[in-house]
C-alpha cells in the first residue's frame, strides 16, 4: 500500500510517497518547479523540506526519478535534471527507456508472433480480462504484480520484495475505478490451475487515445518458453479489439532488461526517452 501527500504552489510541487507494508525506510520524492521560475532555489527549497516530512516518518532512504532526452547518456549526467539531484546526494541506481507503440499492430503479425511462441512452451491456457481482476484470478495476480519491485532489474536500488496485501490490492481496483482507469490484462495459467504470468495495460478516461504498460512478469519456473512476448502479443490483441479508440501504448523498461526489450522490439515498440532512477542515504551525506 502506497500513502503521500502532494503539495504545490505558483511556483511548483512537492510530493512524498510512503509505503505501508514493506520497504519501510524508503520515501519516493519528487519536486517540480514552473520553468519562469526556475534556477531561483525553489526546487531544493522543495526537495529539502521533502527530506525533512520523510525523516518525521522514520524514512532513512529517498527514491527520486527524471526524465531526460534518448541521446542523453544513460545516467543522464550533463542533463539538468539529472544533475539537480547528483548534486544534492543522489546517486545513479538504475535507466530505464520509454518506448512507444503506435496502435493498431497489424492481426497478422500479433498472430504470427502468437505462434512463433507455441512451439517453445508447454500448454497454457490464456484468459484476457476488461476492468476488475477476477476475483478467482486476485491473489495471485497481487503477486505477481508485487513481485515486479524485485524480480525486474533493479540495478544498484536497494529495494525488498513487496509484502503482498491482497485486501489492500482488491481496495485499489475501486481506486482505479473511481480515477476513470480501465485494466486489460491477460493471464497465462498453467497445467496445475496457478498463474505463470501476467500483463497488462491501463487506459485512463481523462487520457484519451493512450493506453499504459503497468506490468509484465512470468514466473522464474516458467521463463524460457516465450511466455512473455505471448502474453503481450495477446493483451494487444484484446486491447485493439476493445479498445479501438486508442492510438499509442507506452511503456518503461530497464534498459538492462533485455528480455523484454527484445520482446518491445518485436512488438513494435521504439524508444522515445530516458528515465533515471536515484537513490540517497541522508544518513550518509
Known sequence: MVGGAARGTDRGRRQLRLTHNDNRDLASVEVFTDPEHRNRGHGST???????????AGRTRLLAECAYPITAPQDGAGHPYADFLRHRGFTFGIGDVQRHLDLPVPGRLLDELIASAEP???TYVFRSFAGRIPEGLLAEYAALCGALMTEAPTGDLVLEPANVD?????????VLTRQGRTRYGTVAIAEDGTLAGYTDIVVSDHDRGRGYQWGTLVWSAHRGHRLGLALKAR???????RRPDVHV???WNAEVNDHMVGVNDLLGFSPVERLGEFQKDPGAS
Open 249 to 251: 501504448v507506452r511503456t
Open 235 to 241: 493483451n494487444l490483441v484484446s486491447l485493439q479489439r
Open 46 to 56: 522543495m526537495l529539502a523540506r521533502l527530506e525533512q516530512e520523510a525523516a518525521a
Open 166 to 174: 491482497v485486501d489492500a490490492f482488491r481496495a485499489e481496483q475501486e
Open 120 to 122: 517453445h512452451r508447454p
